[in-house]
């Protein structure tokens, strides 16, 4: 969410979920949003039956693709230079927003000149996409009255991620096509609290709210509500942690709701970090591949186990009511937390989830009049300055959280890693709509359904190595290999090949690059070298 927060002064979505059946276009780039946000999907759908046009970019024939006004199948790694491209057609058009330029941004001039670097038939060779379809998708978004993007992590997993969401902050600025219902830049969230938590300060540079915890105003409210001194200096990011860990200069973890054995890059890596450690504490509901290298595992509660609040990924928080008592040694988080504070000599005396909301309402100015009272079945979207406040639909009416919109000159960079004479395949990553990361092979009778993993390889590729449908393969990265089966489609371009991250007898981050983001330190899951041997 860096990205948003440099140029917009807030990282979230803009605007509603409820607003896309109503759109006048819909520019979705890195997400196959029926699958991995199926609910989303869904009013997409709907939308283009309304009549909405559709703009799909990505490098496999999602469903989205099928449906879409223009689909550009792009090279992946390559959406700045494909993005700045488009601008620079809308700029050679005068299709930009004069007036919304002039009023509501600053630095577009540095930015003006970045993007004249990108005529278009520089751009189609870098990304393969005709000049024809980015003139297309160009007119389509620029000279609609309200446009909307969505991404996902087809947008954030690169080492150049943050880049690529703040060029498409400059899209939106550069038409106009932010601040209003129906416009706006959308990140989904990977997870339906992952927005809940990075709002609670489960960042290591911030505390509640996002509020900055080198300054010494924001400590010093903090530490007088929390009675402890607080350190200024910013923690590790989490490749930060597995690097501290091999180094022995971090010397014991305590992870919750996270698998990073099977969900983290280069999973060798992490697995060596994991068991340098001194200690290793893990609580979780299951006993995940995480958890079997643990000193202690904590059974937390599901869902239907507790109270609280999910933050899903339009800034909706949501009740979360109790269904049953948790089962066996199991107890909710922070019951879990407040008695291990007690335990270490700190005063953790919360009596109930609600009592825990009014502190957060106490500290976090964006939740300052949300109350368990008030959230009902429908919830609030923050943010919600006071107790009266009804919540907030879209973001950056009338100016951006930041004041104005800060346009930024965006360089094109390559991955970290690409095909070679040695690994000639590009592996790209998702998820697929049978699964939801890594906890639904849980259940039977999503297992039973889609039992295994099935890497996508195009025909040509097929045909090349002399590899069925269906038939087993050994892949391999220059960090590990592991074994699948392949499902030959044109769903993926010749020189691609895609897999999951569902399988732990198939673990695809053995092969993916531990490269990230210099900003958000996000991995590269999108783009590595690989090589395919049958079996």
């Known amino acids: 969410m860096a990205g948003l927060a440099i140029t917009f002064g807030s990282g979230a979505m803009t605007n509603s979920i409820n607003e896309i059946p109503h759109s006048e276009v819909l520019f979705v780039i890195g997400s196959n949003t029926t699958e991995a946000h199926p609910v989303i999907g869904a009013k997409m ?278 269904a049953i008592e948790p089962l066996g040694q199991a107890r909710t988080d922070w019951e879990i937390l407040c008695e291990l504070a007690g335990r270490l000599g700190y005063a953790f005396d919360y009596e109930s989830p609600a009592e825990i909301m009014a502190e957060i309402a106490s500290l976090t100015p964006q939740y300052a009049g949300i109350s368990f009272e008030r959230l009902g079945t429908q919830g609030l979207q923050w943010p919600v300055p006071t107790a009266e406040h009804p919540g907030t639909k879209f973001l950056h009416e009338g100016k951006f959280s930041r004041g104005k919109g800060l346009f930024m000159p965006i360089e094109y960079q390559l991955p970290d890693e690409l095909p070679d004479d040695e690994y000639p395949l590009l592996l790209g990553t998702g998820r697929k709509l049978s699964h939801y990361n890594v906890m639904t092979r849980n259940s039977a009778a999503l297992e039973s359904y889609s039992p295994e993993e099935l890497a996508e390889m195009s025909p040509q590729d097929a045909e090349r190595l002399g590899i069925k449908d269906g038939e087993r393969v050994k892949v391999a990265s220059r960090r590990g290999e592991l074994e699948t089966r392949v499902q030959v489609t044109d769903r993926v371009p010749p020189g691609m090949l895609w897999m999951t991250l569902h399988y732990k007898e198939s673990p695809v981050n053995v092969l993916t690059n531990g490269a990230y983001d210099k900003v958000a330190k996000t991995y590269e899951y999108k783009v590595c070298g690989v090589k395919v041997r049958k079996l």
């Open 45 to 322: 759908k709907q939308a283009v039956a309304n009549g909405a046009k559709l703009i799909v970019i990505d490098p496999r024939r999602i469903e989205l693709a099928e449906m879409a006004d223009v689909w550009l199948r792009l090279r992946p790694g390559t959406d700045i230079a494909l993005v700045n491209g488009i601008m620079n057609i809308i700029l050679s058009h005068g299709w930009e927003d004069k007036e919304f330029i002039a009023e509501r941004t600053e630095e577009f001039e540095k930015f003006r000149e970045q993007v004249q670097k990108f005529p278009p038939e520089v751009v189609s060779k870098l990304t393969g996409v005709p000049v024809e379809e980015m003139l297309e998708a160009a007119r389509i978004y620029a000279t609609a009255e309200r446009a909307q993007i969505f991404y996902t992590l087809g947008i954030t997993e690169h080492t150049c991620g943050t880049d690529n969401v703040m060029t498409l902050a400059n899209l939106a600025m550069l038409t106009g096509n932010v601040g209003k219902e129906n416009s706006g830049v959308n990140p989904l969230r990977g997870q339906n609290n992952v927005q809940g938590a990075c709002d609670m300060g489960a960042l290591p540079n911030t505390f509640p709210g996002y509020q900055n915890v080198t300054s010494p105003t924001v400590r010093a409210k903090f530490e007088e509500a929390w009675h402890v001194p607080l350190n200024p200096k910013p923690g590790f990011m989490i490749p930060d942690m597995f690097e501290a860990a091999i180094s022995k200069d971090l010397r014991a973890m305590y992870i919750m709701g996270e698998d990073p054995v099977l969900t983290d890059a280069d999973a060798n890596h992490v697995r060596q970090g994991l068991e340098t450690l001194d200690f290793l504490v893990v609580q979780n509901i299951f006993l995940s591949e995480t958890a079997k290298l643990a000193d202690v595992v904590l059974p937390g509660a599901s869902f239907a186990e507790k109270s609280g609040t999910f933050t899903n990924t339009e800034r909706r928080v949501q009740m979360v009511n109790q």
